[in-house]
């Protein structure tokens, strides 16, 4: 590996990182927030199986009103399946909660906030457009991909908020502003006429309707929650800052519409990488946030214990792979839709067969005790005997040795002699082959794919870009009666992170 040459910018950007922080220059590049708040953030898990309901909030703590964009996508392969705007005013939280239905998962909220369109006071069931109708190839927002089409599949994803502007509008802000706890006026902005775009020409109380540049300040939090089963797994939501390319005065689209998402990211990331920033330029703003995400090994532990009968899920999400991977149906002949870095295989249907499907596959798995006991070798396991499979999907919940704490149809498993323990799962494969090749973030192809990523002045960040967290449940078989005795604990996945740069 090259050492980065640290010279005047990289020690001024340090040096902000260890004074104010990186999030302290948000007009800098896009760049993971230090504290909890920025312009995006990213949720890895809802889900609504095995007795669980998905809370979520989102809370604006400045004193600016803001626009935002919330997009739910199910877990196969991050087709969307409800999105919506939220407008927040000054000091606003907006609430949530993701839940069962007959047939799949429904939006419900008892909040007051204004949201376009507005919700239903039953919810708003998530629906099943965005994967059904005919198989398309290549990289679509929407079309028949080979998996299931049935609203089931709604039932877990994950989640996305991102602000579209700040509202400074007189007349709308006063609208959303709440009064004896009921915004004065929601109709302002669930208007069909309603536009605060860029080049928006509209006219609200005197004033123009655009909104300005995203300022941040967002955060959130989501709990999985089961009632019946006495648990409650919360986490915070990895938050970018530095979202908005310079150039933009804001990327507010209306409620219909499949934008902003990730890809309007910044060109810019900066990565805090061994005592030094690394500044990668980039074709796709989705890269930019890959390049944020890419991590070489995911570690974290598990419980097993038979006295507590307790088990531990692994969620693993990765937002940016729909933007690279191509849907492409192998029976198909003379159709071979190009697959771009970091993964290594194209997307339909079920993906349990080797060059089928999305799966990035691995087999040098490693996990020790508690007492640094190592074994050598673990694969992954799939739902039916002796069937291997990887991680599949956008959002995979691997289960060790059958655990199954969340329900997951997106389940992978990993077997372990342990009881308790630590595992670490490397994504390092390379050498793949790949029809039509791999391109990469610089716009080269490689005729066999690899777990990578290379940037336009070089940078090469090597893994794939993810976000999630480890849980696990307990049950105390000694309660006393009519005592309720099962728990449940989150932890964030720990990381490493490899990346080379070009001679300067």
């Known amino acids: 590996m090259h050492k980065f040459k640290r010279n005047s910018l990289f020690l001024a950007l340090v040096t902000a990182i260890g004074s104010a922080g990186?999030?302290?220059?948000?007009?800098?590049?896009?760049?993971?927030?230090?504290?909890?708040?920025?312009?995006?953030?990213?949720?890895?898990?809802?889900?609504?199986?095995?007795?669980?309901?998905?809370?979520?909030?989102?809370?604006?703590?400045?004193?600016?009103?803001?626009?935002?964009?919330?997009?739910?996508?199910?877990?196969?392969?991050?087709?969307?399946v409800l999105s919506f705007n939220v407008y927040l005013s000054p000091?606003?939280?907006?609430?949530?909660?993701?839940?069962?239905?007959?047939?799949?998962?429904?939006?419900?909220?008892?909040?007051?906030?204004?949201?376009?369109?507005?919700?239903?006071?039953?919810?708003?069931?998530?629906?099943?457009?965005?994967y059904s109708g005919a198989a398309l190839e290549g990289i679509q927002p929407s079309g028949g991909d080979g998996a299931t089409t049935l609203l089931d599949r709604t039932r877990e994803g994950y989640f996305e908020i991102i602000e579209m502007g700040m509202i400074t509008n007189t007349a709308i802000n006063a609208a959303i502003t709440h009064t004896s706890g009921v915004p004065a006026n929601c109709?302002?902005?669930?208007?069909?006429?309603?536009?605060?775009?860029?080049?928006?020409?509209?006219?609200?109380?005197?004033?123009?309707?655009?909104?300005?540049k995203a300022t941040g300040g967002l955060s959130g939090t989501a709990s999985l929650i089961n009632v019946a089963g006495g648990t409650d797994y919360g986490y915070a939501p990895v938050v970018l800052e530095g979202f908005f390319p310079q150039a933009v005065e804001n990327i507010w689209n209306p409620p219909g519409s499949i934008f902003p998402d990730l890809s309007f990211a910044d060109l810019t990331s900066l990565v805090f990488y061994k005592g030094s920033v690394v500044s990668s330029s980039w074709n796709k703003g989705s890269d930019a946030?890959?390049?944020?995400?890419?991590?070489?090994?995911?570690?974290?532990?598990?419980?097993?214990?038979?006295?507590?009968?307790?088990?531990?899920?692994?969620?693993?999400?990765?937002?940016?792979?729909?933007?690279?991977?191509p849907v492409h149906n192998p029976s198909l002949t003379g159709s071979a839709p190009q697959l771009f870095s970091p993964f290594t295989s194209k997307f339909w249907g079920i993906g349990n067969v080797w060059g089928v499907g999305t799966c990035e596959v691995d087999f040098s798995l490693k996990n020790w005790n508690r007492?640094?006991?190592?074994?050598?070798?673990?694969?992954?396991?799939?739902?039916?005997?002796?069937?291997?499979?990887?991680?599949?999907?956008?959002?995979?919940?691997?289960?060790?040795?059958?655990?199954?704490?969340?329900?997951?149809?997106?389940?992978?498993?990993?077997?372990?002699?342990?009881?308790?323990?630590?595992?670490?799962?490397?994504?390092?494969?390379?050498?793949?082959?790949?029809?039509?090749?791999?391109?990469?973030g610089n716009g080269v192809v490689h005729s066999q794919a690899a777990h990578s990523l290379t940037s336009v002045n070089g940078d090469t960040y090597f893994g794939l870009p993810t976000v999630g967290f480890m849980v696990q449940d307990f049950i105390n078989q000694n309660a006393a009666p009519g005592v309720l005795a099962t728990y449940g604990g989150n932890f964030n996945h720990k990381y490493t992170a490899r990346i080379s740069r070009l001679p300067l």
């Open 22 to 80: 990186i999030a302290g220059t948000a007009s800098a590049a896009v760049h993971l927030s230090d504290n909890g708040q920025g312009q995006v953030l990213i949720y890895p898990y809802y889900t609504t199986r095995a007795g669980n309901d998905t809370y979520l909030s989102v809370l604006n703590s400045t004193a600016s009103s803001k626009a935002l964009k919330v997009r739910f996508s199910e877990g196969k392969n991050g087709r969307e």
């Open 91 to 130: 000091y606003d939280i907006w609430t949530a909660a993701v839940v069962n239905t007959a047939d799949g998962a429904k939006l419900v909220t008892a909040d007051k906030s204004c949201t376009a369109p507005a919700l239903p006071a039953g919810g708003k069931s998530f629906v099943n457009f965005a």
């Open 371 to 440: 007492e640094g006991r190592h074994d050598s070798l673990l694969v992954f396991m799939g739902p039916l005997p002796g069937e291997f499979t990887s991680l599949c999907w956008e959002t995979n919940v691997v289960t060790i040795n059958h655990s199954q704490v969340l329900g997951s149809a997106n389940e992978a498993n990993i077997s372990v002699p342990f009881e308790h323990g630590w595992v670490r799962m490397p994504f390092n494969s390379d050498n793949i082959p790949v029809v039509n090749g791999q391109t990469d």
């Open 289 to 325: 946030v890959s390049a944020l995400l890419m991590h070489d090994n995911i570690i974290n532990e598990f419980v097993l214990d038979t006295a507590t009968l307790s088990g531990t899920d692994w969620v693993i999400t990765m937002p940016t792979k729909h933007y690279n991977v």
């Open 187 to 212: 109709a302002v902005v669930q208007a069909a006429t309603m536009d605060m775009g860029p080049a928006s020409t509209l006219v609200v109380g005197g004033q123009s309707a655009r909104a300005f």
